[in-house]
């Protein structure tokens, strides 16, 4: 299949999941906003997958190609591609399909568990756990698009992933996560790493990686985008 992303910024990329597409020879094409790259034709691919970013879902007085994102994700989705969204990825699918992105109560920043509800295993077609330690960095929330379901949850965030019919979910935490991406985002988003409930320190966010979990369920979500 073809797949297209969208990068925000150098040190969030695809992680993973370009292991994964590698290994299952997809083709792979990709724009990097910030240097303010074209996005493609809407017949040019067949998963659009958006990934992270520092920057907001309403950021768009800052960035100027913010709102002409938005409207592709949203003509992507009209034209039923299948879309994956990954923490901001996720906050502007479901600003695009109607609901509000606000600032959440905490930040989560760090590996933190998530309680997974049984509907997401019905709708990836496979049994899923029912709690799983993931790695967050965010301090925003998404609303569940009218239309939308909620499956997953933490303490610090009740809205963790949401699909939206059968070819579209965004995931506020990062399954794609590796250990050169989080030392990236960790030389990047330093001054985030305060003293707070949900914020780990950077010595504990890396003594306590755990990625074959995580991994293995994008996989899933992968397999099931990519190969239908």
């Not at 790259?37 to 768009?60: C, N, R, S, T, W």
């Not at 939308?148 to 990062?174: D, E, K, M, P």
Request: proline content about 4%; some cysteine.
């Amino acid at each position: 299949m073809r797949i297209h992303y969208i990068q925000h910024v150098p040190f969030e990329g695809l992680g993973y999941i370009e292991q994964w597409l590698t290994e299952h020879k997809h083709t792979v094409t990709g724009t990097r906003m910030w240097m303010q790259e074209k996005l493609p034709e809407l017949d040019a691919f067949d998963v659009l997958i958006v990934l992270g970013g520092p920057m907001g879902v309403y950021d768009d007085h800052l960035l100027p190609w913010l709102s002409d994102e938005k409207n592709f994700i949203y003509a992507a989705i009209r034209e039923d591609k299948k879309v994956i969204g990954i923490c901001l990825g996720a906050q502007l699918m479901a600003c695009v399909l109607g609901a509000t992105v606000f600032t959440n109560k905490y930040k989560e920043i760090g590996w933190y568990p998530v309680k997974i509800d049984c509907s997401l295993g019905d709708w990836l077609g496979r049994q899923v756990p029912e709690e799983l330690k993931v790695f967050h960095w965010h301090g925003d929330k998404f609303d569940i698009p009218y239309g939308g379901v909620i499956h997953a949850g933490s303490a610090a965030c009740n809205h963790q992933v949401f699909t939206y019919g059968n070819s579209i979910i965004g995931l506020q935490f990062h399954l794609e996560a590796t250990p050169q991406t989080i030392q990236a985002m960790l030389e990047h988003g330093a001054q985030e790493i305060t003293e707070a409930p949900y914020i780990q320190t950077a010595k504990e966010m890396v003594a306590q990686q755990a990625f074959d979990e995580p991994n293995r369920l994008m996989g899933w979500i992968l397999e099931k985008m990519c190969n239908q």
